[in-house]
């Protein structure tokens, strides 16, 4: 495979860096979408045990529930998973200011005066604009085309439902009566 050309010189060199860039940002944006929604749920894999069995017995003492937490194992991993994600995000993001990175320069002149007037971070007029334009431009259109899908997708699942499902509820009474006998 040919390695993108930067400027594209060519329909076909702008297709191929369009098509990789656009491909590169869906990939970003999953991976944060998925980063973010990891790192979210992980607090709700703990699971709450209560065991009740002994607060029926004749001789009750108090407190009668015992009360078992499990699951933090599972948050953890959720949790570095998320993180993970994370770290393939700035990768990718990484990967993408790389390779658009310019030539170096060879004359010993240009070199001296890129070293002398091209460094220059406080005057915003000298920060590489090009080369972020070339790393992200079709990037961003990538991740927004994910993170329109992924809307609607959401938007559909949400309203084609009667709602969220509601959670159990277990209702238990007794009724005693006294028994009139004449």
């Not at 979408?33 to 069995?53: E, K, N």
């Not at 938007?155 to 006998?181: I, N, W, Y």
Request: with cysteine; glycine share 6%; aromatic share 12%.
């Amino acid at each position: 495979m040919a390695p993108l050309t930067i400027p594209p010189d060519s329909w076909r060199a702008w297709v191929r860096l369009a098509a990789w860039e656009c491909w590169m940002g869906m990939l970003v944006c999953f991976a944060l979408g998925m980063a973010v929604q990891q790192i979210a749920a992980a607090p709700q894999r703990i699971v709450t045990i209560y065991d009740f069995s002994n607060c029926y017995v004749a001789q009750v003492v108090l407190p009668c529930e015992r009360v078992s937490r499990t699951g933090v194992l599972n948050v953890a991993f959720t949790f570095m998973v998320g993180l993970l994600l994370l770290v393939i995000a700035a990768w990718l993001l990484w990967e993408l200011w790389l390779a658009v990175k310019p030539r170096p320069i060879a004359d010993e002149f240009l070199k001296l005066l890129h070293h002398s007037f091209g460094l220059d971070w406080r005057n915003p007029l000298t920060w590489p604009w090009a080369r972020l334009t070339w790393a992200y431009g079709f990037t961003l259109l990538g991740a927004a085309s994910v993170a329109g899908a992924a809307a609607v997708v959401w938007t559909l699942a949400s309203s084609s439902g009667e709602g969220k499902a509601l959670a159990p509820h277990v209702g238990t009474s007794q009724t005693f009566r006294l028994d009139q006998r004449p």
